[in-house]
């Protein structure tokens, strides 16, 4: 039990297009999504945190108009970075949180490269 | 604010070897802790968690931690690691408020030798 769904799972897309990545809960309702980024060889960074059906809680520092967060239903929320550069190519990781103090969960993250 | 350190940046073991991964944490009132695991290029997986109760917590793939109040730390152990048990460890703390994030250790990378 406990899946967490991201896809895609790699993505190359061009200098200033916008990329939208999915992170689904297959089996269990995910009240709070959170949207991580890692850098190779470093530790898992929060950008910010969903409640379904609420704005997306920003972490200090990350650019709410960049990373776009959606969190519509109960097992579905989506990050779209926009007007993607080079700097933003990392891997993003999300994770889903259900009632009653359940762990989080991670999907298998979202290798971005801009080129 | 809570913080998380792993002091071992990168161990190396023999296969069949014990392990244990140190992880001090600091937060104001009694934690959630976790110990994740990350294999290259996947998300994390949960190994074990502490909320209450006994403070030695078994989790799967035969790893077990345990909590010890005084000294601020949630160690990981194995007795007999396996090859495939190289990976990223991750120790995490819960903000046990509204908010509910981890905050996490800077990892610690576990090379297994044949």
């Known amino acids: 039990g406990a899946v967490v769904s991201q896809h895609p799972s790699w993505v190359i897309c061009k200098s200033g297009t916008s990329v939208k990545i999915e992170c689904r809960s297959l089996d269990f309702q995910a009240t709070t999504m959170f949207w991580y980024r890692q850098f190779p060889k470093q530790s898992l960074m929060l950008m910010a945190t969903?409640?379904?059906?609420?704005?997306?809680?920003?972490e200090q520092g990350v650019e709410k108009d960049k990373f776009l967060i959606n969190h519509a239903s109960l097992t579905l929320s989506t990050l779209t970075v926009t007007s993607a550069h080079p700097e933003d190519s990392s891997f993003y990781i999300c994770s889903a949180r259900g009632v009653n103090n359940q762990p989080q969960h991670f999907g298998d993250g979202t290798r971005l490269s801009i080129l | 604010a809570q913080s998380v350190t792993q002091p071992d940046i990168h161990i190396t073991v023999s296969e069949g070897a014990s392990l244990e991964l140190r992880c001090n944490y600091s937060?104001?009132?009694?934690?959630?802790l976790f110990w994740y695991v990350q294999s290259p290029g996947q998300g994390l997986q949960l190994l074990l968690k502490y909320f209450s109760g006994d403070t030695l917590v078994q989790g799967i793939k035969g790893f077990e931690a345990e909590f010890k109040r005084s000294q601020s730390s949630f160690n990981l152990r194995k007795p007999s690691v396996h090859w495939s048990d190289a990976a990223e460890y991750f120790c995490?703390?819960?903000?046990?408020?509204?908010?509910?994030?981890?905050?996490f250790g800077t990892g610690t990378r576990l090379q297994v030798t044949l």
């Open positions: 995490a703390v819960e903000d046990t408020g509204t908010a509910s994030k981890l905050t």
């Open positions: 937060y104001g009132a009694t934690p959630y």
């Open positions: 969903s409640n379904e059906g609420s704005k997306a809680t920003y």
